[in-house]
């Protein structure tokens, strides 16, 4: 190599540290690849998706050709160096360019390619897997052999190195990803796909209405006055029964005789011919099934009766789409009326309120695991009927007892929550 001057050797050297840090780089790159998106591109036509798809099926083959032709260039680059600093200054040339090649290689060869190639994967990988393709082929022979002895080692150790690497993401994983798109997904949608995501965990316990609310139709009633009731009712359908709720005998469609009611030709022969028999679901439902059962069953609402059969309170099909788009209206009246804000920042709470509605409507955590309602969590909580002037602190959130009625937590004071060292102290 003493024909070739020192300037066409730095040349040589220069074009293996780009070759170093092309191979550094796209490791980097193809391994740091979000592969959902990926396989979304993938999809779509995007050649070098589909080329760095197929390249990472076998990591374990492109690990191998990636590491191949990095150790050759970097030999290559160490034995260049060598003999440049040799016919430079001898052996302290030598010693000059093992020096200046550590810290060459350290940045120009790998920290730089790596930090770009993690920064811009895309940009990096997919003309990178163009290029790996057909060289896997060239060295198929060579690669297959070194894969073949790693492979067989981790075997030894029980490593399955045919593992899909593209596993399925769990619950929890899902909602993390969702919740870390806030730049891509509008704030709307995001709150949307959490809630198709928390179907899974919220059940018709959760959003029915409670049996003491539930507005419907007393047959036992004088007809005049059920005739009055189905002209003056604001529901499209609702459930009838005979003196109360626990002997429901159906659900009652009204748009079917609505021309009848207001012609003044409805009978109560007609009424009870167009009664549908009731729907029952158990308390523990989980609203995903409930979702599926309303849509094959061809139900808009349901009664939820507990572990005996009795009836506990009624679940509408809006109710369940609510927890997936948000209320249909604007009016905040199904809060108001349980929630009432102070000028001292506490709130008036009725105790028949559900947690699970205060904690969306004041962006509170108050746990809604156990007692659905602020009645049941603070007779939870004391595990007796408190007095009017009691106070407790649950969840970090002072709650003063204002009103008993009927053995029950009729009115209560919630203040905002304290900070940390508050409730300590």
């Keep these: 190599m003493d024909e070739y001057s020192i300037g066409a050797l730095f040349i040589v050297l220069l074009i293996l540290f780009f070759l170093s840090a092309f191979f550094s780089g796209s490791e980097t790159a193809l391994m740091a690849l979000n592969r959902y998106r990926l396989r979304h591109l993938a999809n779509d036509g995007h050649r070098g998706a589909k080329q760095a798809q197929k390249l990472l099926e076998k990591p374990d083959r492109l690990i191998g050709l990636i590491l191949l032709g990095n150790n050759v260039v970097n030999i290559l680059i160490a034995q260049l160096a060598a003999y440049i600093g040799y016919r430079w200054h001898g052996e302290l040339g030598i010693f000059i360019a093992t020096l200046i090649l550590i810290f060459a290689i350290l940045i120009f060869a790998e920290l730089a390619p790596k930090t770009l ?16 393709t057909p060289l896997m ?17 981790l075997n030894l150790f029980g490593v399955d190195v045919k593992e899909n690497p593209l596993t399925s993401l769990t619950h929890d994983e899902l909602r993390t990803v969702v919740n870390d798109e806030g730049t891509t997904i509008s704030n709307e ?5 959490l809630g ?11 959003i029915m209405i ?63 011919k167009v009664i549908r028999e009731p729907y029952f679901i158990p308390e523990g439902t989980h609203l995903k099934k409930l979702l599926f059962e309303f849509q094959e069953k061809k139900r808009r609402l349901s009664l939820v009766v507990d572990e005996f059969g009795d009836i506990q309170g ?12 948000g209320e249909f209206t604007n009016d905040p009246a199904s809060y108001d009326v349980e929630i009432h804000p102070q000028k001292d920042g506490t709130f008036l709470v009725d105790g028949s309120s559900h947690v699970r509605d205060i904690n969306k409507a004041l962006t509170w955590q108050l746990h809604a695991d156990g007692p659905k309602t602020i009645n049941g969590l603070i007779l939870e909580h004391m595990q007796s009927i408190p007095k009017p002037g009691t106070s407790v602190l649950i969840d970090g959130y002072p709650i003063e007892v204002v009103q008993i009625q009927n053995n029950a937590v009729r009115t209560v004071r919630i203040s905002p929550r304290l900070a940390q060292h508050e409730q300590v102290a």
Excluded at 137 to 153: D, E, G, K
Excluded at 196 to 206: G, R, S
């Design 196 to 206: 198709v995501l928390d179907l899974e965990k919220i059940t018709a316990e959760d």
């Design 314 to 325: 009624m679940v509408t099909l809006e109710d369940l789409l609510e927890e997936i788009v």
């Design 189 to 193: 949608h995001q709150q949307m796909l």
């Design 210 to 272: 409670p049996k003491n609310e539930i507005i419907g139709i007393d047959l036992e009633e004088e007809w005049e006055d059920i005739v009055t009731q189905l002209k003056n009712i604001s529901y499209t359908r609702v459930p009838v029964y005979r003196n109360s709720i626990d002997n429901v005998v159906g659900f009652l469609h009204l748009r079917k005789f609505i021309l009848k009611i207001l012609d003044k030709d409805l009978e109560r022969e007609d009424l009870e």
């Design 137 to 153: 082929y060239i060295t198929f022979p060579f690669v297959w052999f070194v894969n073949l002895i790693a492979n067989s080692l």
């Design 117 to 132: 190639a993690a920064v811009h994967s895309e940009k990096v990988a997919f003309p990178a897997a163009m290029i790996y």
